[in-house]
Nanobody, 117 residues
Framework: QVQLVESGGGLVQAGGSLRLSCAASRSGFRPYAMAWHRQAPGKQRELVAHITDNGSTSYADSVKGRFTISRDNARNTVYLQMNSLKPEDTAVYYC???????????WGQGTQVTVSS
C-alpha cells in the first residue's frame, strides 16, 4: 500500500501562482506515471497534468502553457507548478499514481485551490 500526501493548496488572487506537491510514502515507488486531477463543485473530476516514468508530460488544454508537472524520483515526489491562475482553476486537486496496467491505483486526499477574482 502506498499513501500519497498532497500539500501546497490555498487561496490566491487571479494571476498568482501556487506549487502543489505530492509525496509518496514508500521509498523507491516507481509507477508508470503520476498525474494531477481536479474536481470543481458540481463538475466531474478531470485530468489536468500527467507525467510518465521517463518524463513525458501531457496537459489538459485548459492549463497548457500555465501549469507544469515535474517529478523528483529521489524524493518520491511529484509537483504541479501553477502560474497565471484563473478563478476557473478553483477546485480540489488530487494526485494519483498510474500503474503499469494503466489504471489509476493510489489517490491522495486532495488539496483545495481557490482563486479569487
Amino acid at each position: 500500500q502506498v499513501q500519497l500526501v498532497e500539500s501546497g493548496g490555498g487561496l490566491v488572487q487571479a494571476g498568482g501562482s501556487l506549487r502543489l506537491s505530492c509525496a509518496a510514502s514508500r521509498s523507491g515507488f516507481r509507477p508508470y506515471a503520476m498525474a494531477w486531477h481536479r474536481q470543481a463543485p458540481g463538475k466531474q473530476r478531470e485530468l489536468v497534468a500527467h507525467i510518465t516514468d521517463n518524463g513525458s508530460t501531457s496537459y489538459a488544454d485548459s492549463v497548457k502553457g500555465r501549469f507544469t508537472i515535474s517529478r523528483d524520483n529521489a524524493r518520491n515526489t511529484v509537483y504541479l507548478q501553477m502560474n497565471s491562475l484563473k478563478p476557473e482553476d478553483t477546485a480540489v486537486y488530487y494526485c494519483a499514481s498510474q500503474g503499469w496496467d494503466l489504471r489509476f491505483q493510489y489517490w491522495g486526499q486532495g488539496t483545495q485551490v481557490t482563486v479569487s477574482s
